[in-house]
């Protein structure tokens, strides 16, 4: 049986970062409770096995601190290089808070985070899969959604509509991933999801600023396959290497992982897109005035602004411009999230092991021979 909540946690990987255009949230929100209520149910039944833990709230602070640091710096970096002060600063001092809550979560009774699950190959590898996933597709949506709305033009709506393939095929993989993972393995299913979802990534890459609607749809539903077939098994693995007593704390730190890797890839990932953006403005915007200019610059947004209060001859050309400067830096973040992939998927491949003990020590076998049948043997060994 899956571990509670697995289905659940996998689904909102993929769907939270649409819930916003899709009338705020509500049609998402439902869809996966409607889809995978089973699952849920036994996240409530875990839930209420799970043994009342006092908050840390210092170590709580020193994680949200330490984190926060790393992404501020990450954010920071394009503007200031990696040799700015405020950038070392942040770097180093996120690095020092986050040792100090790893000193004091190792030495604590009722740590917030059991780090020693890590000493667990299939909980840190199937971890490994999850937040790369969660890193690649959160960062991958908050470029995508810019370039739905602005490039092709669709209001905030009509934006979350069209990731809607994904959600789909999601879903499907999801309903399938449970007797494709019994028959192949956990390793086989989550290296084989990140690779689909790899797949889908390099297609989405070959979007122009002039590409239809068709070719993101296509994307979308390979990318929504293989995070249905991958994304579940690797919950499970999560999940199934917690005690049932901790059920609710393995949730806690599945939901943990998946936002700092969030974190993470929306800062990264939007780093690229706005180096490529900017590059791809560089030099053709000498005739506006600075304001103009600085507008144009800080995003396609912007740049659609400023082409409204332009004249149509120069209206026009910024727009072409700046939706090709952002479909080139969309390709770069497909193709870099496409990398981060495929490199989790060898990771994961080479040492995730493919089935937990518990299920290898249940594996048909030769049966040892009882009663009789065993004295005979040692009758004839002797």
Do not use: C
């Amino acid at each position: 049986m899956r571990a509670p909540g697995a289905a659940q946690g996998a689904l909102r990987v993929a769907i939270e970062p649409a819930q916003g255009p899709l009338l705020d949230g509500e049609y998402a929100r439902t869809l996966p409770g409607l889809a995978v209520w089973p699952a849920s149910r036994r996240s409530r039944e875990a839930r209420i096995r799970t043994k009342a833990v006092r908050l840390d709230w210092a170590v709580a602070i020193l994680a949200m601190v330490g984190v926060t640091a790393l992404v501020y710096a990450v954010i920071e970096e394009p503007a200031d290089g990696w040799t700015d002060a405020r950038v070392l600063a942040a770097l180093a001092g996120g690095a020092v808070v986050l040792a100090a809550f790893v000193a004091r979560e190792l030495r604590t009774r009722s740590p917030l985070i059991d780090l020693r699950l890590f000493l667990n190959r299939r909980f840190t590898w199937s971890t490994v899969g999850f937040v790369v996933i969660g890193f690649a597709m959160f960062g991958v949506m908050f470029v995508l959604t810019p370039y739905l709305q602005i490039v092709q033009g669709n209001d905030a709506q009509g934006t979350g509509i069209r990731t809607l393939p994904m959600i789909a095929t999601l879903i499907v993989g999801a309903l399938l991933s449970d007797r494709l993972t019994a028959r192949f393995g956990t390793r086989v299913m989550v290296s084989s999801g990140l690779l689909v979802t790899s797949g889908g990534l390099l297609l989405l890459s070959r979007a122009g600023a002039d590409t239809g609607y068709g070719l993101v749809a296509a994307a979308l539903t390979v990318m929504g396959l293989g995070m249905g077939i991958g994304m579940p098994p690797a919950v499970d693995a999560i999940l199934g290497a917690v005690p049932p007593a901790q059920a609710g704390v393995g949730m806690g730190l599945q939901r943990t992982l998946q936002q700092v890797g969030a974190s993470l890839g929306v800062a990264i990932l939007g780093n690229i897109l706005n180096s490529a953006y900017r590059g791809g403005l560089s030099g053709h915007l000498a005739t506006l005035p600075a304001a103009a200019r600085d507008a144009a610059q800080g995003s396609v947004a912007g740049a659609a602004a400023v082409a409204g209060h332009l004249p149509g001859p120069v209206a026009g050309p910024l727009l072409r411009l700046s939706h090709q400067a952002y479909a080139n830096g969309m390709a770069e973040v497909m193709l870099v999230s496409a990398g981060v992939l495929v490199a989790g998927a060898l990771l994961v491949a080479l040492f995730l092991p493919a089935r937990a003990a518990h299920d290898e020590a249940r594996t048909p076998g030769p049966k040892a021979p009882t009663g009789s049948a065993a004295s005979t043997a040692e009758a004839a060994g002797q």
